[in-house]
Structure formats: structure tokens, C-alpha cells
């Protein structure tokens, strides 16, 4: 007998209806013709704390620390027991199991996690669904694979829970511990994303708060190249050896800009030269189908979203069969996906969302213009977020359920559109002895960017576009031209904006940008950041519960346990590149060049380090009192017999304790 282990009830539902004869739903499980079908409720299996080790650590003691397990222990959730003991018995009655987790790294490990710790001998297969609309399911039910092919991908999966088993609960310990020491009653949670997502807010605050605006200048001169010609401006550019100019090359004397202006007028030649000209004809082609990370990013911008609600909403479009796995990290797709891409667009068109946009979008569209994105070598274990085969009856949706498909069956019907095309032209100038430039764009084609734009004239070919020239279309180098005006422009340098949830994700996408080691840089960037497409919104969400975060509206800033946390932590915690070097580590694991043995080892080493550091962290406490008695240690609200009371750090050298009263202690 077959058993098929799905990760959900709903995918397992899916499978159930693609294989033959189904029977109907039983305790736990579908039976059908060829097998039966079970499911995981997430993780039935979590890992076990550290009390469950040693029931000392129930009390936390840096003289624990660090806390490293010999063997790593799985328990069953207590809210998954039942389904646990309905799998347990299955397995053992099958001959065959066949693996049907999400096709990532979590997915991977949460099935194989719970057959090792069951034991299983069985033949295990791996079924791999990217999409719960009946073509995918039965293309996949006929290309299982040998689970024994995905066992790196295990271990790298179980290489990252480790490791931040051991961050978690090791730092957060020591941190905790070490800012009660001045006063602070709350705990710190340490972990490898978590703490580098509030450093990016706390340094976005502090940026703000040390921002001082800065005057700059820039002189814009119109020339026409004849006398009945047209003008068009110039921006003048200043030389290397050119006096009170910032380190990012702006002018920042007025003097020195209205004395340039009177130069330019006063030159008596009148001419100006080109110097150099380029022009060309460039493409740009569609922008890639989203990841969940692009899609949350695009519906913040577009819609106000929180990205956990769209992860939410993206789910439930996923399970309703109407969108591919949500959770992509991917914004590429498989070629022998093409072939549904017909019958996807037939779909789209004949259904009215956003003013008909989509319905009239797909007119426009042809097969013939195959994407960039339908690229075998790029895909990972998922590819980008498009809708199925299967059509979509927008009555049955909700407001944000019907954006956020309109969001991914615009990205989807873009990949059917010519490339946008443009001509571009570059003059180089110099009049009276300084250097000017300037550079200008015609529209050819529109392409792709007619759907985003909303040009519903759209008439289901790629019309021409009048040439609306910005620069006369005939410059060339050696021309002479003649001078018009000069003006001078100010403006003000703007402090950067605080995050929203959309842009902080965004952030987390892109953390290569702050990583302090260049050589890391780059393998950041190619891992897509720090957390994952499904944990990032939960994570971000997570933070501002713990009030480490604040919401002022849609912005976000750092509470004062932020700041005083960053400022304390050690550079091996608050930049991302301990990342960068556990993403290069996973993949060697992935391609067989590593063992997770060797990362663990290394991540044992790590930890003892960076826990004797954070024992001696001094997080900055300015609410706390100092300890009337002994001056030295400060106080802290303290619990006993359900009754607060306030009692000095230094505790046990330093006994005395005051009443709450109001929540503050009451030392008169």
C-alpha cells in the first residue's frame, strides 16, 4: 500500500481527487484506489528546549551557558498528537511513502524529520507540487522522484534549525540576563534575523534623527542648435578640481553658482559645442513575475497591504487553486510550464477585474513573445507566482483577494508583451570652459508598460509611438550651439524615510547592501536576503508584538530597548553577515562539498564566542533607578506570591526591595 505524507490537509485533499477512485475522507486520511493520503498539521515534530535536556535550565544562569546538546530532541506537539498517532500507524502499515511536503527547504525537512524520528525503513518518494489545479498535480504524480535525491536538502534544512536553536535560546539567555543587570525586566530575544531586521530600523532611526539638511546648487543652461530651433537644457557639471564640492560631488556655495552664471552670460563667443554624442536603441523587457517578497513589496506600494495579510491572502488564493505556491522565492518559470500559458490567458480573458484592465490586457497579448522569465537554469525549488489553468470567479473573492490576483495575472500577462522600446541620446557639451551634459528619451514602442500604465486604448497591437523628441533627433558630435539662458537650481537633501512593513521587507531582501564584508556581499544578494518568502512577514510581526518595533500609522520605529540593544550587541549579531556565511555553508551542504557535521562544529565554536561577549553586553537603561541603598545596582520589578515589588540587581549582595505602587517602586 502506498501513503502519501502531504503537508496540509488541503494539498492532501488536491491529491486525493487526482488519483483513482477516491473513497471518501477517513480519521486522519483519504483512501483511494491506489493509496492512501495523510497530512501534517505544519510541524508535527518541534524542537525541544532546553529544560527538556537538563531541568536545570528551567532557571536561566549564564553559568549555563552556552547550552549546546549532545543529540538534538524532536517532540510531538501537543496539538497534533492525534494526527501524529493516525501517521505513526499508516506508516507502518505501507509499504511505500511516497513525500508530498513543500517544494523548499522547510517542506523538505518537515516530512523527513518526522519518518526519522518514526524510524520508517520504507521506500520513500518524493512528490514535488508547485500548484493544486488538477494538470499540475497529475503532471507531477507522473514525475515522482527518489527521495533520496533531496537528503542535502534535508540537511540543510536541519543545519539551519540548529544553528538557530543555538542562537536563540543561548543569546537570548545571555543578553536577558546581562541587561537585568541594569535594570531592564524584559526579555531579549537574539536570534540570526530577528535582531539584524530591528538593527535596520533602529540604524533607518538614527539616520533621521543625525540628518541635517544641506543646500546644494546646479546650474541648468538651455542651447537650440540654430537659430529657429528648439531648445532644450543642459545641467552643468562640475570638474574634478572644482572648489566646495561635497563628498558626493554637489555644489554646495551659492556664491560660487551665481558667479558661474555670470560667466556663462558674459562669455562673448556665444557658442557651445557637442563634444560627444551617443545614441542608441534600447530594450527593457517585462519585469519578472513575483516572488511573495516582490508580490508583498508590490501591494504595500499599490494597496496599503501589510505584507502578513498578503502572505494570508496569497495562501488562500493558493488553496482555492487559483494561484501557483505562494511562498515562491523564485521570479522565474519553467519552460514546460508554457504550455498552460494558453489556456491561463483565455482564462483571464473572460473575466473583469480593475475596470476590465486585465480582461483587455490579454487582447494584447501573444505567445510568440516568450520572457526572459521561462528560464530553466534559474528556477530553485519553486518558480514565480502565476494564476493555474484553473478560472477564477471574481464573485467568490474578497476585495483583497481579488487585488492581489490582479497584481500576479497583470505580472503573469506582461510576460506575453514586446519589450519596451525607447531610443536614448547622450550630448556632451562645453560652453564657455565648463562642461555640460545632457540626455534625453523617445518613446518607440510602449510594449509591456502599456498594461501598467492603464492605456486601455490598447488595441491588441504594439502601436508606434509619436516621436516626442525632448532633444532635436539630428545632434551629432562637432555641433555648434547657441546659448539661450542659464538658471540656477537649489535644492535641499531630504532625510531618508522611515520603513513601512512593505519597504522593511524589502530591506530584507536586499540585506547584501549592509553587509560590512564585501567578499560576502555578493553571496548574500544571491540568497535573497535574511529569513525566508514565508518568515519574514511573520517575523516583522513578531517584533513589533514584543514592542521592540513601533507603528506610527504605517511607519515603523525602534522602541528605546531597540536602540539600547543595537548600540550594546556585538557586530557578529547585528549585521547580516553571519548569514552570508551560513547561506555559503548550506550550499555546499546542498551540492555535497560539506557536511552538516562540519557546520555544526563551526556553529559550536561560533556560539562559545559570541555568549562570552554578550555576558558582559551593557544594554543602556535610562527609565531604571538606581538602587538607594547600596548606589550601585539598579532596580527592577520583581514577582512573588502573585504581588510586585521592586528589588536591586546586585541581588543577592544587595537585599533590599520597595512596594509597587503605579507601577513605579515606592522608596519614600
Request: aromatic share 8%; hydrophobic share 35%.
Amino acid at each position: 500500500m502506498k501513503l502519501y505524507i502531504a503537508e496540509k490537509q488541503s494539498m492532501a485533499k488536491e491529491i486525493a481527487a487526482c488519483l483513482p477512485a477516491p473513497h471518501g475522507k477517513k480519521d486522519g486520511y483519504i483512501e483511494t484506489s491506489a493509496g492512501l493520503v495523510t497530512w501534517c498539521q505544519g510541524h508535527i515534530l518541534l524542537a525541544a528546549e532546553p529544560h527538556h535536556y537538563d531541568i536545570k535550565y528551567k532557571n536561566w544562569s549564564v553559568d549555563d551557558l552556552p547550552i549546546i546538546p549532545e543529540t538534538w530532541k524532536l517532540l510531538v506537539n501537543d496539538e497534533c498528537k492525534r494526527q501524529f498517532t493516525v501517521i505513526k500507524r499508516l506508516i507502518n502499515q505501507a509499504d511505500e511513502i511516497i513525500h508530498a511536503g513543500d517544494p523548499d527547504r522547510e517542506g523538505q525537512l518537515l516530512v523527513d524529520e518526522l519518518l526519522d524520528y518514526l524510524a520508517c525503513k520504507k521506500p520513500v518518494k518524493r512528490l514535488l507540487l508547485h500548484a493544486l489545479d488538477e494538470r499540475t498535480i497529475n503532471r507531477a504524480l507522473g514525475n515522482i522522484q527518489d527521495n533520496k535525491n533531496f537528503e542535502n536538502l534535508k540537511y540543510s534544512a536541519m543545519g539551519r534549525s540548529w544553528a538557530d536553536w543555538l542562537i536563540g535560546y543561548n543569546l537570548t539567555r545571555a543578553v536577558t540576563l546581562a541587561a537585568k543587570k541594569n535594570g531592564h525586566s524584559k526579555t531579549f530575544p537574539i536570534g540570526r534575523v530577528k535582531t539584524p531586521t530591528i538593527a535596520l530600523v533602529v540604524r533607518r532611526e538614527n539616520e533621521i534623527k543625525n540628518f541635517k539638511p544641506l543646500n546644494y546648487y546646479s546650474v541648468v543652461t538651455r542651447f537650440k542648435k540654430e537659430q529657429a530651433g528648439i531648445g532644450f537644457s543642459a545641467t552643468w557639471l562640475p570638474k574634478d578640481n572644482q572648489r566646495c564640492l561635497d563628498t558626493d560631488g554637489r555644489l554646495t556655495s551659492g556664491d560660487t553658482a551665481v558667479d558661474l552664471k555670470a560667466s556663462l552670460y558674459s562669455y562673448k563667443n556665444g557658442k557651445a559645442l557637442i563634444t560627444a554624442h551617443q545614441s542608441s536603441t534600447e530594450k527593457e523587457p517585462p519585469p519578472l513575475p513575483y516572488s511573495l517578497s516582490a508580490l508583498q513589496i508590490a501591494a504595500g506600494k499599490q494597496f496599503g497591504y501589510d505584507p502578513l495579510d498578503v502572505l494570508k491572502t496569497a495562501q488562500s488564493l493558493y488553496e482555492k487553486k487559483l494561484i501557483t505556491y505562494p511562498r515562491a522565492d523564485c521570479q522565474y518559470l519553467p519552460r514546460n510550464l508554457f504550455s498552460d500559458s494558453e489556456n491561463i490567458l483565455n482564462n483571464l480573458s473572460h473575466m473583469s477585474v480593475n475596470s476590465d484592465l486585465v480582461k483587455w490586457a490579454t487582447s494584447g497579448a501573444s505567445l510568440h513573445n516568450m520572457s526572459r522569465a521561462w528560464n530553466d537554469a534559474k528556477i530553485t525549488s519553486h518558480f514565480a507566482i502565476i494564476p493555474t489553468v484553473t478560472f477564477c470567479d471574481l464573485g467568490r473573492l474578497s476585495d483583497t483577494e481579488q487585488n492581489i490576483y490582479f497584481l500576479i495575472a497583470q505580472s503573469f500577462i506582461a510576460q506575453f508583451y514586446p519589450d519596451y522600446t525607447y531610443k536614448k541620446s547622450v550630448s556632451d557639451i562645453v560652453f564657455a570652459g565648463e562642461n555640460f551634459q545632457t540626455s534625453g528619451r523617445i518613446d518607440l514602442k510602449q510594449g509591456w508598460k502599456s498594461i501598467f500604465t492603464g492605456n486601455n486604448e490598447h488595441n491588441g497591437d504594439d502601436k508606434d509611438v509619436p516621436e516626442t523628441a525632448p532633444l532635436p533627433i539630428d545632434l551629432k558630435t562637432g555641433d555648434e550651439l547657441l546659448f539661450i539662458n542659464a538658471a540656477i537650481v537649489q535644492k535641499t537633501t531630504t532625510s531618508p524615510k522611515r520603513y513601512t512593513a512593505s519597504s522593511l521587507i524589502q530591506a530584507m531582501k536586499s540585506i547584501h547592501l549592509h553587509v560590512k564584508n564585501d567578499d560576502l556581499k555578493k553571496r548574500l544578494k544571491d540568497a535573497n536576503g535574511i529569513g525566508t518568502e514565508a518568515t519574514r512577514a511573520n517575523i516583522i510581526a513578531e517584533i513589533i508584538k514584543k514592542g521592540f518595533i513601533l507603528q506610527d500609522k504605517k511607519h515603523l520605529l525602534p522602541s528605546e530597548e531597540a536602540c539600547s540593544l543595537i548600540a550594546a550587541l556585538p557586530d557578529e549579531l547585528t549585521y547580516p553577515d553571519t548569514t552570508a556565511t551560513w547561506e555559503m555553508s548550506f550550499d555546499k551542504i546542498l551540492s555535497g562539498n560539506d557536511s552538516l557535521d562540519n557546520f555544526m562544529q563551526e556553529q559550536r565554536s561560533f556560539i562559545g564566542h559570541i555568549c562570552c561577549l554578550a555576558r558582559t553586553t551593557l544594554v543602556e537603561n535610562s527609565r531604571a533607578m538606581y538602587c538607594p541603598a547600596c548606589h550601585e545596582g539598579k532596580l527592577i520589578k520583581r514577582t512573588w506570591k502573585e504581588k510586585n515589588f521592586w528589588g536591586c540587581t546586585r541581588y543577592p549582595e544587595c537585599t533590599v526591595w520597595y512596594h509597587d505602587k503605579d507601577g513605579e517602586p515606592q522608596v519614600k
